[in-house]
């Protein structure tokens, strides 16, 4: 059973940058095998894809809304997932989840193809 665990939310200026991470526990191999996404849920709104990595990293997929200011990025050996924000503006204000996926289409960002998540940081960007 794998286990996630989001941290590094908090509130920023427009402009600024933050980088979240995302601790894996639980899997007796690690993070081996699981592809992992990041999404987020602005208030009110509903939850979408922001970005995903293959479980070598070599496959790199991220939102339109976010190409050229985030970057999604894991450590295997630190069990850990990453998504560096910078130039965030008003609306990427949201709560942040990191999931795990060992569906093949997990780039398509469905998150029905995602069955562990963690529970969330938020992140507040100010204008």
């Known amino acids: 059973q794998v286990q996630l665990r989001e941290s590094g939310g908090g509130l920023v200026q427009a402009g600024g940058s933050l980088r979240l991470s995302c601790a894996a526990s639980g899997s007796p191999f690690g993070m081996f095998n699981y592809a992992m996404g990041w999404f987020r849920q602005p208030p009110g709104k509903d939850r979408e894809f922001v970005a995903a990595i293959s479980w070598t990293g070599d496959a790199i997929f991220h939102a339109k809304s976010v190409q050229g200011r985030f970057t999604i990025s894991r450590d295997n050996a630190a069990n850990t997932l990453y998504l560096q924000m910078n130039a965030v503006k008003p609306e990427d204000t949201a709560l942040y989840f990191c999931?795990?996926?060992?569906?093949?289409?997990?780039?398509?960002?469905?998150?029905?193809?995602?069955?562990?998540w963690g529970h969330g940081t938020r992140v507040t960007v100010s204008s």
């Open positions: 999931a795990a996926s060992q569906d093949i289409d997990y780039s398509s960002g469905r998150s029905s193809l995602y069955p562990y």
